[in-house]
């Protein structure tokens, strides 16, 4: 099953007030970049974000899911309804993502 434009828009809505929130389609999936670092991605309309330090003590509930076969864990959001929680978890992640890599 591929993620819906539709729930796109809602993440994408619930993230508003922050900027340089971008996105890449990608095999009928969404990559999500804030301000230029990939974050996570929708996946199967479901939102998953890197498992970095910071993402995992900041939520409450910790679950693990394969955003597809053969791809490493990532941390599941459930609280995808509340627009503070989910624009805190982008914010407390931003400086333990890694850079974006250099084009040649």
């Given at each position: 099953?591929?993620?819906?434009?539709?729930?796109?828009?809602?993440?994408?809505?619930?993230?508003?007030?922050?900027?340089?929130?971008?996105?890449?389609?990608?095999?009928?999936?969404?990559?999500?970049?804030?301000?230029?670092?990939?974050?996570?991605?929708?996946?199967?309309?479901?939102?998953?974000?890197?498992?970095?330090?910071?993402?995992?003590?900041?939520?409450?509930?910790?679950?693990?899911?394969?955003?597809?076969?053969?791809?490493?864990?990532?941390?599941?959001?459930d609280e995808v309804d509340n627009q503070e929680f989910?624009?805190?978890?982008?914010?407390?992640?931003?400086?333990?993502?890694?850079?974006?890599?250099?084009?040649?």
């Amino acid at each position: 099953m591929a993620s819906t434009k539709e729930y796109l828009d809602y993440i994408l809505g619930q993230l508003s007030n922050l900027e340089e929130i971008t996105y890449r389609a990608m095999m009928k999936e969404y990559i999500l970049y804030y301000r230029g670092k990939i974050v996570g991605g929708i996946y199967d309309d479901r939102l998953l974000v890197k498992p970095v330090e910071t993402a995992i003590r900041y939520m409450s509930k910790v679950r693990y899911e394969l955003p597809y076969d053969g791809a490493k864990e990532m941390l599941l959001v459930d609280e995808v309804d509340n627009q503070e929680f989910l624009e805190g978890l982008f914010q407390v992640m931003y400086d333990e993502l890694p850079n974006p890599k250099k084009k040649k």
